[in-house]
């Protein structure tokens, strides 16, 4: 059986250790000075001590330079995200406002067609209102044709493919297709507009 144990002697604290040997009947017996063994201890211990010290130097290190990397890159890629939430909600923003002003220059042509309607029915006998009346609701028409394919056209903003023109036009015809747009509108909220 194995064995160890403390010797007191006058010399000096021993450490008295008893192992047998396999396939006999011997004993190793060894007796070993304490301080020989707190030295080992000891030499072990600091050893240790110095390995552990400077390994935990080492995975601090690597924390850190890790830590530090996976900061910068959550950091950048937080960035990312709210600059993508920004141009987003600036796109759902400029959508909405267009949505908004399309809808109000969709109905002034089309109440200008209405009015018109109602204008041309109400005088199926005049010859004269009639034929004005209807080159009103072309106008409008027209004019609601251009807004559809601006509409159509925002596709080519969009993608830059968008080509803009210069043409001459002439002033009192446009502003007198505008006021016929606009006067039916004006007439049924009780309004009136001079040009």
């Keep these: 059986a194995d064995y160890t144990n403390k010797l007191v002697l006058k010399n000096g604290r021993r450490r008295l250790y008893c192992k047998s040997l396999p396939y006999s009947e011997w004993y190793l017996i060894l007796s070993m000075p304490y301080s020989m063994l707190d ?7 600091d050893e240790w001590t110095r390995t552990a010290l400077f390994n935990g130097i080492i995975i601090t290190i690597v924390l850190l330079i890790v830590f530090s990397i996976y900061y910068y890159m959550m950091r950048e890629q937080m960035k990312s995200v709210n600059e993508a939430r920004h141009v987003a909600e600036r796109a ?4 909405s406002e267009f949505l908004s002003n399309m809808s109000h220059d969709i109905r002034t042509p089309m109440n200008g067609i209405l009015g018109m309607t109602d204008i041309a029915i109400a005088n199926i006998g005049n010859d004269k209102k009639v034929k004005e009346c209807l080159s009103k609701i072309s106008v409008s028409g027209k004019h609601l044709l251009g807004l559809v394919n601006d509409v159509l056209d925002m596709s080519k903003i969009e993608s830059g493919k968008m080509v803009l023109t210069m043409e001459q036009i002439a002033l009192p015809e446009l502003m007198e297709s505008v006021m016929s747009i606009v006067v039916p509108s004006a007439r049924a909220k009780n309004q009136r507009i001079d040009l």
């Design 39 to 45: 030295e080992s201890v000891e030499a072990f211990g």
């Design 92 to 95: 759902n923003k400029a959508k």
